[in-house]
């Protein structure tokens, strides 16, 4: 039985696992924020960057991709997203609505009782920390902006990163100037 597993940040744009099929998916309640600090993939653990989790919110709609993993990749599949999702990620399934229908899908979220979701922050700090810090996986910057890039490829609005980003171009076109 093929198993679905939700992307609403990088696996929008860099899936890389071995999937037979995948389309816009829904997930009701729930929104993106930049709460979760990366100590790893976008920053080090002296400078965190910051990246994407969902969190709950009863009128949102967070809007991603969705990837059908046949039964004979899921076990490598399953243990690929749970090292690439690390740093205080948690394996969650949830029903996320594809096409006409509502079906179970594993998503990782990193939920704020994990000690690297940042409570509270204002946007300009996110900005700095998102334009200062860099990780194993390259600069924070290019993580948001390609996911912002991403989203809009995939025809995915997302009110939210859309001012981030915008805030985060400003920034960077101060600092060419």
């Given amino acids: 039985m093929p198993r679905w597993v939700f992307g609403y940040g990088s696996l929008v744009w860099r899936p890389e ?5 995948s389309e816009k998916a ?3 309640g729930w929104r993106r924020s930049l709460n979760q600090a990366s100590p790893d993939h976008r920053g080090t653990p002296e400078y965190p960057g ?9 009128d949102a709609v967070c809007i991603g991709r ?3 993993v046949e039964d004979e990749h899921w076990d490598v599949v399953f243990a690929y997203l749970e090292e ?6 948690t394996a969650t399934q949830l029903p996320v609505f594809i096409g006409q229908r509502f079906v179970p899908a594993w998503l990782w979220i990193a939920f704020p009782d994990n000690p690297n979701f ?5 946007l300009e700090t996110s900005l700095e920390v998102i334009r200062r810090a860099q990780g194993a996986s390259g ?27 915008r805030a985060l171009k400003e920034l960077l076109s101060k600092d060419e100037h």
Wanted: glycine share 4%.
């Fill in 17 to 21: 696992f071995q999937y037979s099929y």
């Fill in 26 to 28: 829904t997930l009701p």
């Fill in 50 to 58: 910051r990246v994407l989790t969902i969190v709950e919110s009863p």
């Fill in 66 to 68: 969705a990837f059908r």
């Fill in 84 to 89: 690439r999702e690390s740093g205080g990620y």
């Fill in 118 to 122: 940042i409570r509270e922050e204002s």
């Fill in 139 to 165: 600069p924070n910057v290019d993580y948001v902006l390609n996911l912002c890039d991403a989203l809009q490829k995939s025809d995915i609005i997302d009110d939210y990163l859309i001012m981030v980003c």
